[in-house]
């Protein structure tokens, strides 16, 4: 799987409607992380899931974990 450099992510989620907020650096490269992760703690979730080969959908349901227990 290629990863995403900051500025294709940049790009990508322009392309997509994201914030520019919404992206975040992984071990391995930048992400998008999902619509309404707002903290730290559940983008950091998200980025470090993905850097390990998780899939978008197991990712997103962690960081979305976080996210609430963060709050």
Do not use: D, H, N
Not at 3 to 26: C, H
Not at 43 to 49: I, S
């Amino acid at each position: 799987m290629p990863y995403e450099t900051k500025s294709q992510a940049l790009m990508r989620s322009k392309k997509l409607g994201f914030p520019q907020s919404s992206i975040v650096k992984g071990e391995k490269g930048y992400f998008i992380a999902p619509r309404g992760v707002e903290s730290k703690a559940g983008k950091g979730a998200y980025a470090g899931c993905r850097s390990q080969g998780g899939s978008k959908e197991k990712c997103a349901k962690i960081s979305w974990y976080v996210e609430k227990k963060s709050k």
